[in-house]
């Protein structure tokens, strides 16, 4: 519990997935008063699976979506429970349960669930809870040193509203729900199914199909060779046909899989023309095209905006520097490994509510935004991948601001190996790895040998 001589703040929470889970803890722990508003009926986020799809816009274009969680039914973690966990909590294997070291999405919402009720949060949940509203207090108090925010909320099954002021807001509300779509010539008058991977659940209804995936990302991969057991063809469109070796060797394998670059158009006769020429006749459309950030209940009068799918201005993808440390953002980069680098975001959130460590003057944070804008730029990444991280040393630093440890080598280790079995054999991977040394010398760390609920029990 933080010193006496720190100030306790009332902070909202908006989200009860991993990153608003971590926040609520670390909140707690330096002493703020917290309430979570979780528009789901229990915790997970993202990894509280709904089935129930009916109903909802299949390309996600409504401007409110009925379903949060975009996964489907077969999904499975692409990287090992030992690196997934959060530090002091390992995802280690529970007897009964999906003992798998690349285990299905349930056991992570199990995982999830026990981390929520080994630490006690539910009590500082408020389930069913939609944010219709989060804005300043006084919109002309910006930088303004005791800056509160009006919260406005509506409970789900009474519709009762709610409005209440705090002293801090944290957005937790996750960035895998608002579909992304591309831009193909002929798109609104295409006849037949069409889809983005959000609504996406089981390969059944694409019997005897002809399907076109659009996108060889994870879900563009993972949904095409699951439906190779049961549509008639499937034809992977990529943005670049310089595959990696594991996508190659599925695709060699299996006669009704094609790959095929980006479309150029879709006709009115249902044919989809690619830019090399070739074309076929299809049935349904998947676009597995990604997602966009979205924040529909944060007024900020246009201090944090989201342009070509860049947060910003963020310092350091957690604060904007008018605003921060009041409001902050939690979950916003990619290409990480999550929960460790979700809950270092928590703890300096935490300390700087507390007063117990400082951020950089507002000018040092936007010159450090603007460098990292143009090293971004100078480097040929697009903008919309501004929060794309896949920088070890960047999670390191990242930490040092609130001297958190930096993650073990044991755990960059098996991501890195992890990573490179996937692209040599993208079918088995998750059921068949050379890296036992390096399991070993996890089960072996601090980060499992410390007591704790879990059976350290994995499976070799």
């Given at each position: 519990?933080?010193?006496?001589?720190?100030?306790?703040?009332?902070?909202?929470?908006?989200?009860?997935?991993?990153?608003?889970?971590?926040?609520?803890?670390?909140?707690?722990?330096?002493?703020?008063?917290?309430?979570?508003?979780?528009?789901?009926?229990?915790?997970?986020?993202?990894?509280?699976?709904?089935?129930?799809?009916?109903?909802?816009?299949?390309?996600?274009?409504?401007?409110?979506?009925?379903?949060?969680?975009?996964?489907?039914?077969?999904?499975?973690?692409?990287?090992?429970?030992?690196?997934?966990?959060?530090?002091?909590?390992?995802?280690?294997?529970?007897?009964?349960?999906?003992?798998?070291?690349f285990p299905g999405h349930?056991?992570?919402?199990?995982?999830?669930?026990?981390?929520?009720?080994?630490?006690?949060?539910?009590?500082?949940?408020?389930?069913?809870?939609?944010?219709?509203?989060?804005?300043?207090?006084?919109?002309?108090?910006?930088?303004?040193?005791?800056?509160?925010?009006?919260?406005?909320?509506?409970?789900?099954?009474?519709?009762?509203?709610?409005?209440?002021?705090?002293?801090?807001?944290?957005?937790?509300?996750?960035?895998?729900?608002?579909?992304?779509?591309?831009?193909?010539?002929?798109?609104?008058?295409?006849?037949?199914?069409?889809?983005?991977?959000?609504?996406?659940?089981?390969?059944?209804?694409?019997?005897?199909?002809?399907?076109?995936?659009?996108?060889?990302?994870?879900?563009?991969?993972?949904?095409?060779?699951?439906?190779?057991?049961?549509?008639?063809?499937?034809?992977?469109?990529?943005?670049?046909?310089?595959?990696?070796?594991?996508?190659?060797?599925?695709?060699?394998?299996?006669?009704?899989?094609?790959?095929?670059?980006?479309?150029?158009?879709?006709?009115?006769?249902?044919?989809?023309?690619?830019?090399?020429?070739?074309?076929?006749?299809?049935?349904?459309?998947?676009?597995?095209?990604?997602?966009?950030?979205?924040?529909?209940?944060?007024?900020?009068?246009?201090?944090?905006?989201?342009?070509?799918?860049?947060?910003?201005?963020?310092?350091?993808?957690?604060?904007?520097?008018?605003?921060?440390?009041?409001?902050?953002?939690?979950?916003?980069?990619t290409k990480i490994i999550?929960?460790?680098?979700?809950?270092?975001?928590?703890?300096?959130?935490?300390?700087?509510?507390?007063?117990?460590?400082?951020?950089?003057?507002?000018?040092?944070?936007?010159?450090?935004?603007?460098?990292?804008?143009?090293?971004?730029?100078?480097?040929?990444?697009?903008?919309?991948?501004?929060?794309?991280?896949?920088?070890?040393e960047y999670c390191d630093?990242?930490?040092?601001?609130?001297?958190?440890?930096?993650?073990?080598?044991?755990?960059?280790?098996?991501?890195?190996?992890?990573?490179?079995?996937?692209?040599?054999?993208?079918?088995?991977?998750?059921?068949?790895?050379?890296?036992?040394?390096?399991?070993?010398?996890?089960?072996?760390?601090?980060?499992?040998?410390?007591?704790?609920?879990?059976?350290?029990?994995?499976?070799?």
């Open positions: 519990m933080a010193s006496e001589i720190y100030q306790s703040k009332n902070v909202c929470v908006i989200g009860a997935g991993p990153s608003g889970l971590v926040a609520a803890r670390e909140l707690r722990n330096e002493g703020h008063r917290v309430v979570v508003l979780e528009q789901n009926h229990d915790v997970g986020g993202q990894w509280l699976y709904d089935p129930n799809v009916e109903g909802e816009d299949p390309l996600g274009r409504a401007p409110t979506l009925k379903v949060h969680s975009s996964l489907y039914t077969s999904l499975r973690l692409m990287l090992p429970r030992e690196i997934a966990g959060f530090t002091d909590f390992p995802f280690a294997v529970k007897k009964g349960r999906d003992m798998r070291r349930t056991e992570l919402l199990f995982y999830l669930k026990d981390f929520c009720d080994w630490f006690g949060l539910r009590e500082l949940i408020r389930f069913n809870t939609r944010v219709s509203y989060v804005g300043m207090l006084d919109g002309d108090a910006v930088g303004c040193k005791d800056l509160k925010w009006v919260v406005r909320s509506v409970e789900k099954k009474t519709e009762i509203f709610v409005e209440e002021v705090f002293d801090a807001v944290v957005v937790a509300s996750g960035h895998y729900s608002k579909p992304r779509l591309p831009s193909i010539k002929g798109m609104d008058a295409w006849k037949r199914k069409q889809m983005h991977s959000h609504i996406y659940r089981v390969p059944e209804p694409f019997c005897d199909e002809v399907v076109v995936v659009v996108g060889n990302s994870i879900s563009g991969q993972d949904i095409s060779m699951e439906l190779m057991d049961v549509a008639k063809a499937i034809y992977l469109s990529a943005k670049s046909l310089d595959i990696s070796e594991g996508l190659s060797k599925v695709i060699s394998k299996h006669e009704n899989l094609h790959l095929r670059p980006q479309i150029e158009s879709l006709q009115e006769d249902a044919s989809v023309l690619f830019v090399n020429g070739s074309w076929v006749i299809a049935d349904t459309i998947i676009y597995c095209t990604g997602y966009s950030y979205t924040f529909p209940f944060l007024d900020t009068k246009g201090i944090v905006a989201i342009d070509d799918n860049r947060v910003g201005p963020l310092y350091e993808h957690t604060f904007p520097p008018s605003l921060a440390p009041s409001l902050s953002f939690i979950g916003i980069a999550a929960f460790p680098f979700f809950e270092s975001q928590a703890k300096w959130i935490a300390q700087l509510l507390s007063g117990k460590t400082t951020l950089p003057s507002r000018d040092d944070m936007m010159h450090s935004i603007k460098e990292l804008y143009h090293s971004r730029e100078i480097a040929g990444i697009p903008k919309h991948n501004t929060h794309e991280i896949g920088d070890f630093r990242y930490g040092d601001h609130i001297g958190f440890p930096r993650l073990e080598e044991w755990r960059k280790k098996i991501c890195l190996s992890t990573i490179r079995n996937a692209e040599t054999d993208l079918e088995t991977y998750k059921d068949s790895w050379d890296d036992h040394e390096l399991l070993q010398e996890a089960l072996q760390s601090p980060h499992f040998t410390q007591l704790g609920p879990q059976d350290l029990d994995f499976p070799l």
